[in-house]
Every structure is written in structure tokens, then in C-alpha cells.
């Protein structure tokens, strides 16, 4: 039996593709990164106030709690 396209996404892993010197937002200060987090063919791209390892760092935190939630709802599923 072929898995649920939910379930088959819920086997792919979030990953960080990348961080990258951005403009400053409009009324913001410091210095600015934007990032991109996939999972398969789905994209989520957001900005961050911060150094490149900083951003790094919260991004790399908020991936393992998308993964955490992930594989939760596996274990929820099965």
C-alpha cells in the first residue's frame, strides 16, 4: 500500500539550504540575514536580525523543533 502524501512528507526531514546577507527591513536596525529551510519540494524562507552564526544558530534550533514535531506526528500515525 502506497503511504498518504501527508506520511510521505512526514519522512523528509526539515534541512537549512541557506543563509545569506540581507537588506536591512524598512525601520529595523543591525545587520540582517535571510534563510531557507526545505523539506523535499516545500520551501520556508524568513529574515533574521543578527550575525550569519547567530541567525545560523536560531535556525538550526527552530529546524530541530520542526523535526521534533515531525516525527512526533510519525510516531502519532503509525
Known amino acids: ?11 523528509v ?3 537549512l539550504d541557506s543563509v545569506t546577507p540581507a537588506e ?3 525601520g529595523a536596525e543591525g545587520v ?3 534563510y ?3 523539506q523535499g519540494g ?3 524562507t524568513g529574515m533574521r536580525a543578527g ?3 547567530e541567525v545560523t544558530q536560531l535556525v538550526d534550533a527552530m529546524i530541530e523543533r520542526l523535526n521534533e514535531r515531525r516525527i ?3 510516531k502519532k500515525g503509525r
Do not use: C, D
Not at 1 to 11: H, R
Open 72 to 74: 512526533g506526528k510519525q
Open 36 to 38: 531557507v529551510i526545505s
Open 1 to 11: 500500500m502506497k503511504p498518504a502524501a501527508t506520511e510521505a512528507w512526514l519522512e
Open 32 to 34: 540582517w540575514h535571510s
Open 42 to 44: 516545500n520551501q520556508i
Open 51 to 53: 550575525t550569519r552564526v
Open 24 to 26: 536591512t527591513p524598512p
Open 13 to 15: 526531514p526539515f534541512t
